[in-house]
């Protein structure tokens, strides 16, 4: 399964999915670096734009993505990624879903989920991880 | 409600999603001018980065995505879009989602959904609108 890397500039969108429920939590992006060592160690790895360097989800927090499954569309350009997630929520900000926002017909965002853990609790200083 | 398009040089990854299954669908990109137009007609526009120009999902096969909500995560540099899918499926390879195949542990891609439509009836010569 050769994945297309070179569309994104090496990096490819994966989205994360929860198997139970069908939840999207989060998208991060993965080179062919991070697949390879989501797959080797059976949770997600990302590579982080901002960092320039791989990262685990929860290495940090403990808020792991364990994969169940990963899926590719028909481009072979972007991967779903369907998982059991560890602990209370994946966002940094203390929610389930980093999707907690909808953007309302006149542009404002609204938040349309209950926060499900106190995010200065789990990540002190540093975020996100 | 500002959406981060600079991250992705212009560009933000769009997560199309069943509303009412929670199956993902397919995987676009939207410039900020997609965003606005999916958001005025209320039915999803992309902006294809191969072609280089704004495009209507649905616009020759009719398989249109209906929005239901539009989603934006922490960071607002991804969407997520709750639709309702027109038609048997929106992969121009014939299936409901684009993410028809897993990746198995030694690395091929299978095949784990049913085809739900014949894309050469539907496209004919042009294909994936």
Redesign the interface.
């Known amino acids: 399964?050769n994945v297309d890397f070179q569309?994104g500039g090496g990096l490819v969108?994966a989205?994360v999915?929860d198997d139970r429920?069908?939840?999207?939590l989060?998208?991060g992006f993965m080179n062919e670096a991070a697949l390879q060592e989501t797959?080797r160690c059976g949770e997600v790895v990302f590579f982080s734009?901002?960092r320039n360097k791989l990262w685990k989800k929860g290495e940090t927090s403990g808020h792991v993505l364990r994969v169940r499954?990963?899926?590719?569309?028909?481009?072979a350009d972007?991967l779903?990624v369907r998982v059991e997630a560890v602990g209370p929520g994946v966002?940094?900000?203390g929610?389930r879903s980093?999707?907690?926002?909808?953007?309302?017909?006149g542009?404002?965002?609204r938040i349309?989920e209950g926060r499900t853990f106190a995010p200065e609790q789990v990540y002190g200083q540093e975020k996100r991880q």
Do not use: N
């Not at 429920?21 to 999207?24: A, K, L, P, Q, R």
């Not at 980093?98 to 017909?105: D, K, L, Q, W």
């Open positions: 399964m569309k969108p989205i999915q429920t069908g939840d999207v989060m998208l797959q734009r901002s499954e990963i899926r590719v569309d028909c481009d972007a779903l966002c940094h900000e929610f980093c999707f907690f926002r909808a953007i309302e017909p542009g404002e965002a349309v």
